[in-house]
């Protein structure tokens, strides 16, 4: 069993930066595939990014490649999102997931964070 508990979402001016952190429970954080996801009104949940469990290889979505950038630090049980250059398309609730297998299909992933919202002005 897996908790997710998402935190560092708010309302940011486009161009500017924020960084989510996602704090999971468990001892076998570091053996999990992590993964975030947002959903925007009226529309689908769609894949942001994932990073994986044995090597810590990184996949983005093409809308923020270059943008954002995912990372781990498995001795916290923590994985975050740096999101720069940040853009009125990215406001969205963000949602952290966890999985044993990588994934860009939301419905693969097992484990679910609450979501924080996140809003860019333009």
């Known amino acids: 069993q897996v908790q997710l508990v998402e935190s560092g979402g708010g309302l940011v001016q486009a161009g500017g930066s924020l960084r989510l952190s996602c704090a999971a429970s468990?001892?076998?954080?570091?053996?999990?595939?992590m993964a975030w996801f947002r959903q925007a009104p009226g529309k689908e949940r769609e894949f942001v990014a994932t990073?994986?469990?044995?090597?810590?290889?990184?996949y983005y979505a093409d809308s923020v490649k270059g943008r954002f950038t995912v990372s781990r630090d498995n001795a916290k049980n923590t994985v975050y999102l740096q999101m720069n250059s940040l853009k009125p398309e990215d406001t969205a609730v963000y949602y952290c997931?966890?999985?044993?297998?990588?994934?860009?299909?939301?419905?693969?992933?097992?484990?679910w964070g609450q979501g924080t919202q996140v809003t860019v002005s333009s």
């Open positions: 997931a966890a999985d044993r297998v990588m994934s860009f299909n939301a419905y693969k992933y097992q484990y």
């Open positions: 468990g001892r076998t954080f570091s053996t999990y595939t």
């Open positions: 990073i994986n469990w044995s090597d810590s290889s990184t």
